[in-house]
């Protein structure tokens, strides 16, 4: 039952935000982790600072016209959502997915403020993103819908204004052809994205670092009970940038992966995914844009479950395991799954997606007591090395692969362990939602303190 105190301020959000159910959900974990805090701190409260953070500094919505390979015009939206810039600039990724609109962008600004600001990093919260769906487009439609899409966004970023990455959909490929149209409309050479190349001021690690930074965090959770990953069984759903990143981890420090996914559905792999299959899928997913399913043709121990939509659950989570590191996309993760999950023996959860668990599940997490490590503790390696790439592009310097991985590696031993003291010191020990929540919101709110009513 939510408090009179939650109650109203879900309800402001709802009418003032209506048809964005994942905003809504996004905030109200937030705003139920921050009851306590405000309770012992009403200055925050008289200040508004929770209803000024739940407000984004900016929001901007644009049309990008394109031309296809057969010379029809196509029209996506665009978005930048500029959600608070108190600790530094606005930085957070780009998404480019037919199911990208404004409250999914708003959930995604909104979690980033929180995330940013637990890497210790001087970094503020953004997101933004496009309906374009790359899938299926030649490299030359991409190309074009990039650069059109730059071009109003060029106006709107700059490195000490709002600094874009990647999210789904969005990699290499696409931050180059991003920041070719940025550098020839600003006619300048600057660092005003990261997950570039790394020829062209990209720093090294980025590209594995949301998915090593989420094995980390599950490393360092699994270390309050004195265990590690070595010898455990993986579930990992996605074959994207952070799944494959989170299985390379995952099998450096000993453990066994038996799921990987896409949107048409998952392989399980008894044997486990070791290091020639995975460079199968990273071959199969990065360069030939290819689907999951054909890991089976490859290797036929393997079995292929398509996606059932008239299934309330999804199987991927019913296999036998020790831990779960959802890395495709939010909401993945409904409460029969959760219920699956700990049914098989699951009892670490750390989520390299974006919200992927939805709040019946969460319940079910926290109140089994098991290592629940939630997207915006466990997956901010992402955004920290984003921030260290910035930081070597203001040096033009670039650090070893040993010196950023050193460095993410003790970001998420600093993340883990300010939840871990936030959430002792709210008297909710063990609670890794609380402790993210109000860790990273302490710092905002402090730096909004300082700066007024602005
Ligand atoms: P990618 O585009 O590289 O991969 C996404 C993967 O998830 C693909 O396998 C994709 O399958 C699958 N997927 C995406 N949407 C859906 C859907 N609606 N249903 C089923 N499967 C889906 O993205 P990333 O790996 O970069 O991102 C994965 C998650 O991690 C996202 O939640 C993102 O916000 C989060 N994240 C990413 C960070 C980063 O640095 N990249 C940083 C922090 C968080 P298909 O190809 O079929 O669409």
Same mark, same amino acid.
């Given at each position: 039952?939510?408090?009179?105190?939650?109650?109203?301020?879900?309800?402001?959000?709802?009418?003032?935000?209506?048809?964005?159910?994942?905003?809504?959900?996004?905030?109200?974990?937030?705003?139920?982790?921050?009851?306590?805090?405000?309770?012992?701190?009403?200055? !925050?409260?008289?200040? /508004?600072?929770?209803?000024?953070?739940? %407000?984004? %500094?900016?929001?901007?919505?644009?049309?990008?016209?394109?031309?296809?390979?057969?010379?029809?015009?196509?029209?996506?939206?665009?978005?930048?959502?500029?959600?608070?810039?108190?600790?530094?600039?606005?930085?957070?990724?780009?998404?480019?997915?037919?199911?990208?609109?404004?409250? $999914?962008?708003?959930?995604?600004?909104?979690?980033?403020?929180?995330? &940013?600001?637990?890497?210790?990093?001087?970094?503020?919260?953004? /997101?933004?993103?496009?309906?374009?769906?790359?899938?299926?487009?030649?490299?030359?439609?991409?190309?074009?819908?990039?650069?059109?899409?730059?071009?109003?966004?060029?106006?709107?970023?700059?490195?000490?204004?709002?600094?874009?990455?990647?999210?789904?959909?969005?990699?290499?490929?696409? $931050?180059?052809?991003? *920041?070719?149209?940025?550098?020839?409309?600003?006619?300048? *050479?600057?660092?005003?994205?990261?997950?570039?190349?790394?020829?062209?001021?990209?720093?090294?690690?980025? +590209?594995?670092?949301?998915?090593?930074?989420?094995?980390?965090?599950?490393?360092?959770?699994?270390?309050?009970?004195?265990?590690?990953?070595?010898?455990?069984?993986?579930?990992?759903?996605?074959?994207?940038?952070?799944?494959?990143?989170?299985?390379?981890?995952?099998?450096?420090?000993?453990?066994?992966?038996?799921?990987?996914?896409?949107?048409?559905?998952? $392989?399980?792999?008894?044997?486990? $995914?070791?290091?020639? /299959?995975?460079?199968?899928?990273?071959?199969?997913?990065?360069?030939?844009?290819?689907?999951?399913?054909?890991?089976?043709?490859? !290797? +036929? &121990?393997?079995?292929?479950?398509?996606?059932?939509?008239?299934?309330?659950?999804?199987?991927?989570?019913?296999?036998?395991?020790?831990?779960?590191? +959802?890395?495709?996309?939010?909401?993945?993760? &409904?409460? #029969?799954?959760?219920?699956?999950?700990?049914?098989?023996?699951?009892?670490?959860?750390?989520?390299?997606?974006?919200?992927?668990?939805?709040?019946?599940?969460?319940?079910?997490?926290?109140?089994?007591?098991?290592?629940?490590?939630?997207? #915006?503790?466990?997956?901010?390696?992402?955004?920290?090395?984003?921030?260290?790439?910035?930081?070597?592009?203001?040096?033009?310097?670039?650090?070893?692969?040993?010196?950023?991985?050193?460095?993410?590696?003790?970001?998420?031993?600093?993340?883990? /362990?300010?939840?871990?003291?936030?959430?002792?010191? *709210?008297?909710?020990?063990?609670?890794?939602?609380?402790?993210?929540?109000?860790?990273? *919101?302490?710092?905002?709110?402090?730096?909004?303190?300082?700066?007024?009513?602005?």
């Amino acid at each position: 039952m939510a408090s009179e105190f939650v109650e109203k301020i879900m309800a402001d959000v709802k009418a003032k935000n209506p048809a964005q159910p994942e905003f809504h959900q996004a905030v109200m974990e937030v705003v139920e982790s921050l009851e306590i805090v405000l309770e012992k701190h009403p200055e !925050y409260r008289n200040a /508004k600072i929770l209803e000024r953070i739940i %407000e984004p %500094e900016r929001v901007i919505m644009f049309r990008v016209p394109w031309m296809d390979d057969q010379g029809n015009i196509q029209i996506n939206r665009g978005f930048r959502i500029e959600m608070n810039s108190a600790i530094g600039p606005y930085k957070g990724g780009l998404r480019f997915h037919p199911s990208v609109n404004l409250g $999914i962008l708003k959930f995604l600004a909104f979690e980033q403020v929180f995330k &940013n600001s637990l890497t210790t990093l001087p970094m503020g919260g953004g /997101k933004g993103g496009s309906d374009f769906d790359p899938k299926g487009k030649s490299d030359n439609e991409v190309m074009r819908f990039c650069q059109a899409f730059m071009s109003e966004l060029f106006r709107h970023i700059g490195p000490n204004t709002d600094v874009p990455a990647g999210d789904i959909g969005v990699g290499g490929r696409e $931050i180059g052809f991003l *920041f070719g149209q940025y550098r020839k409309i600003r006619n300048e *050479f600057t660092g005003v994205l990261t997950g570039k190349g790394l020829n062209w001021g990209g720093s090294l690690i980025r +590209p594995e670092a949301t998915g090593y930074g989420a094995v980390y965090f599950a490393s360092e959770m699994l270390a309050t009970r004195g265990e590690s990953l070595e010898g455990k069984t993986c579930l990992v759903s996605g074959s994207g940038n952070v799944a494959q990143y989170t299985t390379e981890k995952i099998l450096d420090l000993g453990g066994k992966v038996i799921t990987l996914s896409d949107s048409g559905g998952y $392989i399980y792999d008894e044997e486990g $995914i070791d290091r020639e /299959k995975l460079a199968f899928v990273m071959e199969l997913k990065n360069v030939k844009r290819g689907r999951i399913k054909e890991y089976v043709d490859k !290797y +036929p &121990n393997a079995v292929f479950t398509p996606v059932d939509p008239s299934k309330d659950y999804n199987p991927l989570w019913d296999h036998k395991a020790d831990c779960a590191f +959802p890395s495709a996309t939010q909401n993945e993760i &409904n409460g #029969k799954d959760a219920q699956n999950l700990l049914n098989n023996g699951v009892y670490v959860v750390s989520e390299g997606a974006n919200m992927p668990t939805t709040p019946d599940g969460v319940n079910l997490f926290i109140e089994k007591g098991i290592l629940y490590g939630p997207g #915006k503790a466990a997956n901010a390696g992402g955004v920290a090395v984003s921030g260290l790439e910035m930081a070597q592009n203001s040096m033009r310097y670039a650090w070893t692969r040993e010196e950023v991985d050193n460095r993410l590696h003790q970001i998420m031993k600093n993340i883990h /362990k300010s939840c871990v003291d936030a959430a002792d010191r *709210f008297g909710v020990p063990g609670n890794y939602v609380h402790g993210a929540n109000i860790a990273g *919101f302490l710092k905002v709110a402090d730096a909004m303190m300082d700066q007024g009513i602005v």
